[in-house]
């Protein structure tokens, strides 16, 4: 059972910027993020294949959110800027079964544990 643990989390403004950082406790596959705001459905946000050379984004944060990952130490990152009050949500790490990138497999593979992100105005 891979195990994900998120963190970089916090408060900021608005305009401002956070790195989100993901540790699996072996190597992963696909990999990717989601977020869930207060009321509403988790939404995939930001997903990359095990190469890294082919990402995804959800059309909210296209432009202003990037996934990389770090094979070496079995870690993924997202850097988010330009930050909105419509991005505070639980962000959610994830790991899919297979090397290529799938929305699907990602929602269906190991999730971690979250961690906030509230964007004040």
């Known amino acids: 059972q891979v195990q994900l643990v998120e963190s970089g989390g916090g408060l900021v403004q608005a305009g401002g910027s956070l790195r989100l950082s993901c540790a699996a406790s072996?190597?992963?596959?696909?990999m990717g993020w989601f977020r869930q705001a207060l009321g509403k459905e988790r939404e995939f946000v930001a997903g990359i294949d095990w190469s890294g050379g082919v990402t995804s984004y959800g059309d909210s944060v296209k432009g202003r959110f990037t996934i990389f990952r770090d094979n070496a130490k079995n870690m993924v990152f997202l850097q988010m800027i330009s930050l909105k009050v419509e991005d505070t949500a639980v962000y959610y790490c994830?790991?899919?079964?297979?090397?290529?990138?799938?929305?699907?497999?990602?929602?269906?593979?190991?999730w971690g544990q979250g961690t906030q992100v509230t964007v004040s105005s």
């Open positions: 994830t790991a899919g079964a297979g090397a290529r990138l799938s929305i699907v497999a990602l929602r269906n593979g190991y």
């Open positions: 072996e190597r992963t596959y696909a």
